[in-house]
């Protein structure tokens, strides 16, 4: 499986990129049509279909995004071993004793202060714990001690800046992220046209205008075949 890459900046992202794209081509489209000789009928049913194109694109172009992101937060936090270390496949009994061994590790770390809980990290390395490694982790993670995730992470992988990538990630996907003011700038639909928004209206006066010329004709045949 390929590793999912960072995320670029929004003037770079594939996806920002193609939600501003969306907007442009239907405003161009748009104009487009309404300087077509068609009904206005024609006109707001073009517009309208145009319209509902440019919605569904943005919203796929913000899923991906966000598919993306959540990919790159979870590989990022799959090369910090927290939570218990139970293969699939693994039996019940030997799940219980795995799930035991890891909680107890967990609930000392969690009741550790800073500099013990970072002695507890170092007996683990020192002895290739890794049950007491991934409650020492988990529990660092759940705490917010950044400061030995980090230490961890900068003697382990290889990924720059590994935990602030993941706080920016969590962030993003929490609305909490500068980030967002892109997101809200760029994935918003342009506002709906008059067109759209008048369609019901135009359809109505249209078929209106049908019955009318229909009556209109039923009129004039009956005369003429009176007059005959």
Request: cysteine-free.
């Amino acid at each position: 499986m390929a590793i999912p890459p960072p995320m670029p900046h929004p003037n770079e992202d594939p996806d920002h990129i193609a939600a501003r794209a969306s907007k442009q081509t239907f405003t161009e489209a748009a104009n487009t049509a309404r300087g077509s000789n068609a009904s206005d009928l024609q006109v707001a049913e073009q517009i309208n279909t145009l319209y509902d194109t440019h919605v569904q694109e943005i919203a796929a172009a913000y899923e991906r995004l966000i598919t993306r992101r959540r990919a790159r937060l979870e590989y990022l936090e799959s090369l910090v071993p927290v939570g218990p270390d139970v293969a699939e496949g693994t039996s019940q009994a030997d799940r219980s004793v795995l799930l035991k061994g890891f909680r107890e590790e967990y609930g000392k770390a969690m009741e550790a202060t800073l500099p013990r809980r970072a002695a507890m990290l170092a007996d683990a390395e020192r002895f290739d714990d890794d049950t007491l490694r991934r409650g020492v982790l988990t529990a660092a993670m759940d705490l917010g001690d950044q400061a030995l995730i980090k230490q961890w992470s900068a003697q382990h992988l290889d990924v720059a800046d590994h935990l602030t990538e993941v706080y920016e990630l969590r962030s993003m996907l929490g609305g909490r992220h500068f980030n967002n003011l892109w997101d809200s700038q760029d994935f918003r639909p342009l506002p709906a046209p008059v067109e759209v928004t008048d369609l019901p209206r135009i359809q109505v006066a249209d078929e209106a205008a049908r019955r009318a010329r229909q009556e209109q004709a039923q009129r004039d045949r009956h005369i003429r075949s009176v007059a005959a």
